[in-house]
């Protein structure tokens, strides 16, 4: 009655709520600077001694002292990049044939193993690897691959089982439901006037789904690609069991290699000079900045395609 | 060029117009469509002239958009939707077994109640899509042949000639909803389904669309859904009127020239309808 007409209402709560999303924005903004901040001071000594040479020297000796990160860039790289090309088709596929093809019945559970299949612990996908893959790699795969391309550098040399495409495909097997479950979710969201649009031009079930549903879809999709190459980057145990732990660059698909994430877990315990374990440290910096710049690079990516399609 | 999709399979070919003007460009007859278990339309039957605007028109509910949706096998697309009796397209029945609804819904387009441009995608290519999915229209010359014809057509030409490669979702509703007009005319159909095609718009918009449709009536079939009377007497010659009965379940109440059904209603109910005493 006394009251002004306008005054707002609830404004402590307002103001209460939004200090909760501005402290949790910050606290993580200050967890990165501090993950940043520790690894970088944990590794200044192999910073100092080794400068950018560490960058781009492939030698790794621990017991003379000489230390280069270029293998296990590579390694991680190179692995990461073809575990996510394989999971990309295979996951989205199952996705547009899970979201789209697949009668309910069989739909409904093939998702929920899928999804089942994203929470199983790496380690067993690495057991996998190493007693199943791997021996078949080395015995039937590897072989068949060679006999067909053996001319190719990337498939050339000798086959042990372990080694980068072993390790790649055991990465795209762990990542494939991550990007199947996700894109599935954003394929069903996908509205129904968009679908019914390009039927009622006349368009097939698979015409409407690459032409009208897929590419509505797209960023979803891409973000689901994202995540799983992010967890590629990172992923430790499987690759260590089946990649074959040699700091080398190779370029053959069936030699032996190393990454970031691997000979940080493996050696770590054993390191017993400051530099070694300061070196092990900057290679948890650079996987690091690895993932941050892989992460920003494809959200740029996706911004300036989306905008080039819908600003035009 | 047009797509002229001549027959429904590859197989059976059918007697198409050309031997002169029929008197029935579509004929739908105890037509019943049911939505999982529940009846939604009942038992319509109604002839559809060639090039002309025919009304369907009742209250919310009636069913005029199942009718409208049976009549280019779209009904079906819903998950458990079904449909019984004969809908014939120039006397062939688009429900006999055999027929690929694909090969109906070139023949038969649509437009939909709301504006649904395909948003990743310029308004050029927009317009193309349906010419696109049977590999024509591949080189820009061809698109912008068929673009500046059917924008024409749509009265949309003038408003987006300069941003054709802009995205279709960068118009305004009343645009958005001409694009959709013209991209269904592109693929050049015998028969124009609108559902209700103005009811998101502003008047202009709206009075813009209704022009556009006395002018498309000249070379199409066009059967338009409005709920909105004054609309139906303005664009159609013909108006078929629907009511869900006592069990909920859509019927043809009536159907007629236009304005002998507007003056001269036979039916109780439609007269109860028009003169605004229900619905
Ligand atoms: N997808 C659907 N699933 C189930 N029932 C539906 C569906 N669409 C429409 N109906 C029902 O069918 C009847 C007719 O609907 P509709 O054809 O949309 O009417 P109108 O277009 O005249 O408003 C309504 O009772 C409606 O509830
Ligand atoms: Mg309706």
Known sequence: MGEPAFRPRYRVGDRLFAWALNLSTWFYVALIVGLFTVLLAGSWLAIKSFGLHFLVASSWDPVTGHFGALPFIFGTIVSSVIAIAIAAVV??????????????????PLAFLIELLAAVPSVVYGLWGLFVLAPVMRSAIGPAIQSKLG?????????????????????????????????????????????????????????????????????????????????????????????????????????????????????????????????????????????????????????????NVEER | MPISADVFTATARGKRSGEGPSKVQLSVRSLSAHYGKRLAIRNVSLDFKPRTVTALIGPSGCGKTTLLRCLNRIHEVTRGASVSGVVELEGQDIYAPGVDPVAVRRRVGMVFQRPNPFPTMSILDNVVAGLRLVGECRSRGEKLEVAERTLRLAALWDEVKDKLDRSGLSLSGGQQQRLCIARALATEPEVLLMDEPASALDPISTAKIEDLMSTLAERYTIIVVTHNMQQAARVSQETAFMLAGEDGVGELVEFGPTTELFTRPKDRRTEDYITGRFG
Do not use: K
């Not at chain 1, 044939?97 to 409904?108: H, K």
């Not at chain 1, 030699?255 to 070694?276: D, K, R």
């Open chain 1, 91 to 108: 996951g989205i596929a199952a996705a547009a044939y899970l979201a789209e093809f697949a009668p309910p019945l069989i739909a409904r």
């Open chain 1, 151 to 307: 001319w190719l550098p990337l498939f050339s040399g000798p086959i042990y089982g372990v080694g980068m495409l072993t390790a790649s495909l055991i990465l795209a097997l762990m990542i494939v439901p991550t990007v199947a479950a996700i894109s599935r979710d954003f394929i069903e969201g996908v509205a129904v006037d968009q679908r019914e649009a390009m039927l009622a031009l006349g368009a097939t079930t698979w015409e409407t789904v690459r032409r009208a549903v897929l590419p509505a879809a797209r960023p979803g999709i891409f973000g689901a690609c994202v995540l799983a190459l992010g967890r590629a980057l990172g992923e430790t145990i499987a690759t260590t069991m089946v990649i074959g732990n040699r700091p080398a660059i190779s370029a053959s698909l069936f030699a032996p290699g190393y990454t970031l994430a691997s000979v940080i877990a493996n050696e770590f315990t054993e390191a017993t000079t400051q530099v070694y374990i300061s070196t092990l440290i900057g290679l948890g910096l650079l996987l690091f900045v690895i993932s941050i710049v892989v992460n920003a690079a494809a959200r740029i990516l996706m911004h300036t395609v989306l905008r």
